[in-house]
């Protein structure tokens, strides 16, 4: 019977924590820091809190940075901006089409000079610029 409830806790656990992941990381949506601290003060489940404060820390550092890795490692394309996780230049464009005008970005940019780097950041400078917003700045990644 203990096995049973346990295994029941669990479970309830797991979907908590899932369903969290879904709403903060959504991609028709973006989940700021106001909608964060919103879905932080519907849970007492210590885990999914941990989770959300995590996320609400990167949004407490503005601006937010904007990750890249221009594609060059075997991981291929991959870019980062507050929670939410990217494949591709389209899908990281999408997103930030959610952030309102005005926002302003940090990009680390490699020491290893390259021209697929280059020009992903032209393009990523140019995108924002469309889009009302801007680069605050660059720093050398480490």
Do not use: C
């Not at 203990?2 to 903060?24: I, R």
């Not at 221009?70 to 089409?97: C, I, N, P, W």
Request: hydrophobic share 40%.
């Amino acid at each position: 019977m203990f096995a049973d409830g346990l295994d029941e806790k669990v479970y309830q656990l797991g979907l908590g924590l899932n369903l969290m992941q879904a709403l903060a990381t959504g991609k028709a949506w973006l989940s700021d820091k106001t909608e964060l601290q919103r879905l932080s003060q519907m849970t007492k489940v210590r885990r999914v809190q941990q989770q959300l404060d995590g996320y609400l820390k990167i949004w407490e550092e503005q601006p937010l940075t904007i990750s890249l890795d221009d594609g060059s490692s075997s991981v291929g394309f991959h870019a980062r901006v507050a929670q939410y996780e990217f494949q591709s230049m389209d899908a990281l464009k999408q997103k930030l089409t959610q952030f309102p005008s005005g926002t302003k970005f940090l990009v680390p940019i490699s020491p290893v000079e390259s021209a697929t780097n280059d020009q992903i950041l032209t393009e990523l400078h140019t995108f924002l610029s469309s889009h009302g917003m801007s680069v605050a700045g660059e720093k050398r990644a480490q």
